[in-house]
């Protein structure tokens, strides 16, 4: 068993985890496509969501629960929206298609909302924001999934860990990213703990009850960030993503259906136009002076410096893509048994 993280160089990693996918049943196009978003979040410490998350991918596909082949379609009465029906294609697949139709409308109409309908795991919803933003547009994204978080005053799991992401483009900083759940904890941060025997923060997660625990081996649940600030938020994107595009999932979920508790995952991206409210590069100047002003503020006692949202993952993402991708050793044992099973030579390491 490996003991240290093997480092991979970011291209490598990517050819290697496009050629699993596609060993899996994706096509080449779209195992590039889910390579890339797990490549990008590993490249920038987001390792919850990085190739680690490959073989649960390979698993999903074996299983038939994501759609190896499917019948992408794009439904749309008015320029400025749209609803992508992923027919449970992997959500790299179908959100990155959405992130561009979103681009493409919007630089025809100022604004536009492309909400997708039944995918199966969206992955790290920063990446399709960012894709937007590298465009010079503003992008905003909302996920709904399946109940797995508390809700203020709900005894049990009530809804999703629903996330919100937020790109802007700057023009000599690195865009803004927000990328934010709406619990308190990931879900892995929790695995993670029980596997370390690391208390739990306070009222960061619950046992099956819904009481607070900070025993990862009671936990098995995050509570929502902020409590009825959390729960709130996480509502209110299902109403946005699920119901706005004829997909509920909380109703279903909660209801006598066995069908209701089927994995899926509902998306809504919005592109915002600079260009449709004024000047572009005044608005990507005006952003950097905004980020500069907050990084001159006077630092609290203690604190390592001033940091806006995304730019210390954008600095790991410079140090990795120079020194290459650190892999945990289960993960990567578990890649180098798929690639052994699927007759695929892994990547030298280093």
């Known amino acids: ?10 291209d490598d990693l990517r050819t290697f985890a496009a050629a699993l996918l596609e060993k899996g049943g994706l096509s080449s196009e779209h195992a590039r496509t889910t390579a890339d978003v797990f490549v990008w979040a590993a490249l920038r410490g987001v390792d919850s969501h990085g190739i680690a998350r490959v073989p649960a991918y390979l698993e999903l596909l074996a299983k038939g629960v994501a759609n190896a082949s499917p019948q992408i379609t794009v439904e749309s009465s008015t320029p400025a929206a749209a609803v992508l029906d992923a027919d449970r294609a992997p959500g790299p697949v179908a959100l990155t298609a959405a992130a561009q139709e979103a681009v493409t409308r919007a630089r025809a109409t100022g604004i536009a909302a492309v909400g997708v309908r039944r995918t199966v795991h969206t992955g790290a919803i ?71 025997g690391t208390p739990l923060p306070e009222n960061a997660a619950a046992t099956a009850d819904g009481t607070p625990t900070t025993d990862p081996d009671q936990a098995v649940m995050p509570l929502p960030l902020g409590g009825a600030k959390g729960s709130g938020m996480s509502l209110a994107f299902e109403l946005l993503t699920s119901v706005l595009v004829g997909a509920p999932i909380f109703s279903a979920f909660h209801s006598d259906d066995p069908q209701g508790r089927k994995h899926r995952q509902n998306a809504l991206l919005i592109a915002l136009d600079p ?27 203690g604190a390592p410096g001033v940091f806006y949202p995304g730019e210390r993952s954008a600095e790991v993402a410079v140090t990795r893509t120079a020194k290459g991708i650190p892999v945990a050793p289960k993960v990567w044992r578990e890649l180098t048994e798929s690639a052994a099973k699927f007759g695929i030579t892994p990547p030298g390491g280093a």
């Not at 608005?283 to 503020?297: I, P």
């Open 1 to 10: 068993m490996t003991a240290t993280k093997v480092l991979v160089p970011a």
């Open 126 to 196: 920063g990446y399709y924001v960012s894709k937007i933003a590298e465009q010079g547009l503003v992008g905003i994204g909302f996920v709904s999934g399946m109940p797995n978080m508390g809700y203020t005053g709900v005894k049990g799991p009530a809804v999703a860990t629903s996330p919100l992401a937020i790109a802007v483009p700057a023009d000599s900083h690195a865009p803004l990213l927000l990328d934010m759940a709406t619990a308190t904890i990931a879900l892995g941060k929790i695995r993670q703990a029980k596997a370390t």
């Open 275 to 301: 260009a449709a409210f004024g000047d572009p590069h005044t608005f990507t100047t005006a952003v950097d002076a905004t980020l500069t002003t907050l990084k001159h503020l006077p630092p609290a006692d």
